[in-house]
């Protein structure tokens, strides 16, 4: 049976300040909401950990691919020296490695290069061009000057009520309700004074 999708994306608070976002997401972390994302103009220390992001794979990802560069760098030449075309020049054994460690390592430094570019492109879901926070009024401000938190209705914890307003005790500028339908290009924004929930 398929699970229905919720009537909305989540509820996004703003706040003015990056330390009213950290505290905000601490306390919705305290409060048992895991499903939540956090959105600044720059980074802010602990507010990663403070949403969930816990592990990081994309070094161990660069890893397995700069050695994986490197392996292939190591075998091509290996190949078209000791198997494919083998030449016996001034003597030396047809596997001269001491020769390969130049390509060797730059074909390590390539295939890392690449995992790198290719493994942030995807962990990021990029390119990304719609994203329901997209919609939301004055979301284009957490490029310059505010700070966004969205708990997500897909959360255990969700309830629409009692998530406003606990959103409602950490005193934000606005909270809004973001729509999941890429249509509806107008989120539903509310003032907190004016909002008895």
Known sequence: ??????LIYGLMAEFDTPEALLNAAKQARAAGYRRMDAFSPFAIEGLAE???FRFNI???LILIGGFGGAILGYFMQWYGMAISYPINVGGRPLNSWASYVPPTFEMGVLG???TGFFAMLALCRLPQPY????TAPQFDLTTRNRFFLCLQA???QFDARRTWQFLANLHPVHIMEVDHDPQDMVAITHRIHSEEM
């Open 50 to 52: 403070e949403v969930g």
């Open 154 to 156: 897909n959360d255990p």
């Open 131 to 134: 994203h329901p926070v997209f």
């Open 1 to 6: 049976m398929r699970k229905e999708r919720p």
């Open 58 to 60: 994309l070094p161990w």
């Open 112 to 114: 890392a290069s690449l």
